[in-house]
């Protein structure tokens, strides 16, 4: 069994995670690539380059998704705001692939 990560800069995500009882090694505001490790999980809300080098290297990532209406964005939420709108983790697999017509 790997280490999890959790990947967030906000008190808010890192408490609401906390209240359920979701399981944490190590809660970081930056993921540094070079930890994962195969068999790691890692929680967060991160680009997709970074989530297809979190697969590549033999890790899980878990996305810490919701439904944000457009007058929250950019706000700093509270966990009871991210549970009242329905946060969840869901899990992801990403591929990179090269592309052809970025060569042009």
Known sequence: MGNTYFISRHPGAVTWAARRGIPVDRTLDHLEIELVH???????TLPINLVARVCERGGRYLHLSLSLPPE????????ETLERLGARLE???????PCPEARK
């Open 38 to 44: 195969p068999g790691d999980t890692v929680i967060g």
């Open 72 to 79: 929250l964005r950019g706000q700093e939420l509270s966990a």
């Open 91 to 97: 899990e992801y697999e990403a591929v990179r692939k």
